[in-house]
């Protein structure tokens, strides 16, 4: 057993955190949370400790591009030429390669306070198309190599296994991208039957429509059904450029979200990710279909993707999380403060959002939407615990609470980690593992040879 003292504790019950917070851990799980409790044999931490965190929507190799793709803008570059410097990417991976740059990435999101991540994974195969085999047997290494790197980085890993079946709307894949598809989706479904007997217990596996520009009609519903027989985390990208509905409405007469409907792949156990560009009735459709929306900010800028409309979503029911996507910023509290400070934009006022609701997104709503029963200090919880300093040059003055983290807070200021009742960032010791995983993401790139 262990225990430490929290000196503030938010417990997830409003804007205030509570102090001087005893837990207790053991096997994995907190076994005592207890407001007022003693701080006999307990590790003090000082600062605002807050449940981990939940990274709903991530790309891991895209980390390979940050800050190497902005010069194209300079000549008009958008959504579209960005997307041709990833397929360069893509095509460079290895098994070896993808461990290497997956753990070094899995750790930075843990030094910033992030204890799971739902991985919306399409890099199956060979770059000719060729399935990764050990004496001619499936052995999916490229997925092995991602579930590999999580455990190693101590993240809880939800695996989105992504169909990925045309180049764009009734056009065949390309060359760039025969890597990332089967065949067909009962080829999809083949291979995620074999893969789920190949995984560790504690690895969630998921499906993913990667979108409607991907997946055709006829195919969504082997994806949607598979995913509900297994009552699976399901997540989607959706309407995340307008070229998309376009594209969609010329050939099927239907908005992706309708289509999406109609395939049954719409329920309580559905994310979608980005909806950007949504008509009223796409909005109304989610909302009554009990969907989570897992948001984006620091990449839909990143790409000029465009500013969702979050709070009409929410307003209609879907519940709010957030991911890091393309990894342009690994910084949940970015992704929170950017939420509503584009809301404020758009509309010119404030208050969309209370600081506990965003809170609540990067945590127990995130958790959930990855199939996880996570995100809260409570006793029978998984022990994750993040504790943000109260004394650095952006946090100093604000008051203990979920304001200080969504409106002051960085990712740097994040001075201890726990996961599963395991240290991962050490009070005092969050330079040193800054500095390591620098070093350790700059040889994976560097493996990697991206232009």
Avoid: K
């Avoid at 809170?359 to 943000?388: E, F, K, W």
């Amino acid at each position: 057993m262990s225990a430490w003292l929290l000196e503030h504790a938010w417990l997830g019950d409003g804007a205030h955190a509570t102090p001087l917070v005893r837990v207790e851990v053991e096997g994995g799980r907190f076994t005592r949370v207890e407001p007022g409790g003693s701080a006999d044999g307990a590790i003090h931490l000082p600062g605002l400790t807050i449940p981990g965190l939940a990274n709903t929507h991530s790309h891991v190799f895209h980390r390979a591009l940050r800050a190497r793709t902005d010069d194209d803008s300079a000549g008009g570059g958008s959504f579209w030429t960005w997307r041709t410097r990833m397929y360069d990417v893509a095509q460079r991976l290895t098994p070896e390669r993808l461990h290497a740059l997956a753990r070094a990435t899995y750790r930075e999101m843990v030094a910033a306070g992030i204890t799971a991540v739902g991985e919306f994974h399409y890099v199956h195969h060979r770059p000719d198309g060729s399935p990764y085999a050990t004496d001619g047997v499936p052995d999916h290494a490229m997925e092995q190599a991602v579930v590999a790197a999580a455990a190693e980085a101590g993240i809880a890993l939800t695996l989105l296994d992504t169909c990925y079946l045309t180049g764009g709307v009734g056009e065949p894949l390309t060359p760039e991208q025969v890597r990332f598809g089967d065949g067909d989706a009962d080829g999809w479904r083949r291979r995620v039957e074999d893969l789920a007997t190949r995984l560790p217990a504690e690895v969630v596996l998921g499906a993913a429509i990667h979108s409607v520009r991907a997946v055709p009609p006829a195919a969504l519903p082997v994806v949607a059904d598979w995913a509900a027989e297994h009552a699976a985390p399901l997540h989607v990208h959706l309407s995340e450029q307008p070229a998309e509905n376009a594209a969609a409405l010329a050939a099927w007469g239907r908005t992706p979200t309708a289509l999406l409907a109609e395939a049954g792949a719409l329920g309580s156990r559905t994310t979608v990710v980005h909806a950007t560009h949504l008509t009223p009735d796409d909005i109304s459709t989610l909302g009554a279909a009990g969907c989570a929306l897992s948001l984006c900010p620091t990449t839909e800028r990143d790409l000029a993707d465009g500013i969702g409309p979050a709070r009409a979503l929410v307003d209609a029911g879907v519940r709010l999380t957030l991911g890091s996507d393309a990894h342009a910023v690994i910084d949940l509290f970015e992704e929170a403060r950017a939420t509503e400070m584009h809301e404020r934009l758009r509309s010119g006022r404030r208050g969309h959002w209370t600081p506990a609701a965003l809170l609540a997104a990067l945590t127990a709503d995130g958790h959930a939407a990855l199939g996880r029963d996570a995100g809260r200090i409570a006793v029978g919880q998984p022990a994750d615990l993040v504790t943000v300093s109260l004394h650095t040059p952006r946090t100093a003055g604000a008051a203990p609470g979920a304001a200080a983290v969504v409106h002051a807070a960085t990712a740097a200021d994040v001075t201890f980690v726990l996961t599963r009742g395991e240290v991962r960032v050490p009070h005092g010791g969050a330079a040193g593992v800054a500095a390591e995983v620098g070093a350790e993401l700059a040889g994976a790139i560097e493996q990697l040879g991206v232009r």
